[in-house]
């Protein structure tokens, strides 16, 4: 069965910073990556999708990015983090026209 | 740009009561799925239709798609305090991009014990 990995669960940093979160996904090849921001328990905010290594697409400008370095490894990452960045990130891995979503991480920035 | 709106937004049900929430678009979609999420939890998918018309039923919940698969509904019979959480629901386009769905932005159940 396929599993979906974020890491970490949660995560404070203070503004200016740098970010990076991990999601890996088991048990399945050439899935469909998405990163997701959620706030305040409500709706998803699509931020980025791939459909294969290296393949990126952006749906909302901001100062985040994103990197598929293999082919169940989705990244999402800052070089300077705003007080606006704080949320809940999802990721989600999909085959056909279901998407399944890890655990989230919960980022807090300060 | 496709938009899914949900409706109630909110809703506060003794445990026992039966509840219809809904999700309206004036944009068709190929299919539609129904995620519930939990407070600091991923959304979890209950159910994807596919057909206009079509129900399916997942013990207590009730799920149906639209003849012109524009909208849906979940109708939960006696609803639990188990039952609480953020309904979601997404639609796959028909346009053909089978990338991306359009996510509402949920209804909140809480069943009171």
């Known amino acids: 069965s396929q599993t979906i990995h974020q890491w970490p669960a949660t995560l404070v940093q203070p503004v200016g910073s740098p970010l990076s979160l991990e999601c890996t996904v088991e048990g399945t090849s050439n899935p469909n990556l998405y990163w997701y921001r959620q706030a305040a328990g409500r709706g998803l905010q699509l931020l980025f999708y791939?459909?294969?290594?290296?393949?990126i697409s952006s749906e909302v400008p901001q100062n985040l990015s994103a990197s598929r370095p293999q082919d169940r490894q989705f990244i999402l990452s800052s070089k300077k983090l705003l007080l606006s960045d704080s949320g809940f990130y999802l990721c989600?891995?999909?085959?056909?026209?279901?998407?399944?979503f890890g655990p989230g991480t919960r980022l807090t920035v300060l | 740009t496709q938009l899914l709106e949900q409706s109630p937004q909110f809703l506060s049900i003794q445990e026992g009561e039966n509840l219809t929430v809904y999700c309206n678009s004036s944009?068709?979609?190929?299919?539609l799925q129904w995620y519930r999420q939990e407070p600091g939890e991923g959304p979890v998918l209950l159910v994807t239709?596919?057909?206009?018309?079509e129900v399916k039923k997942l013990k207590r919940l009730t799920f149906q798609f639209g003849d012109a698969r524009k909208d849906s509904s979940l109708h939960i019979t006696a609803a639990q305090p188990g039952d609480t959480g953020l309904y979601l629901c997404a639609g796959e386009d028909s346009g053909g991009s089978n990338y991306k769905l359009t996510f509402g932005k949920g209804t909140l159940l809480t069943v009171n014990p």
């Open positions: 989600a891995w999909s085959q056909v026209n279901e998407q399944f």
């Open positions: 791939s459909v294969g290594i290296g393949q």
């Open positions: 944009s068709v979609f190929s299919s």
């Open positions: 239709v596919v057909t206009g018309g």
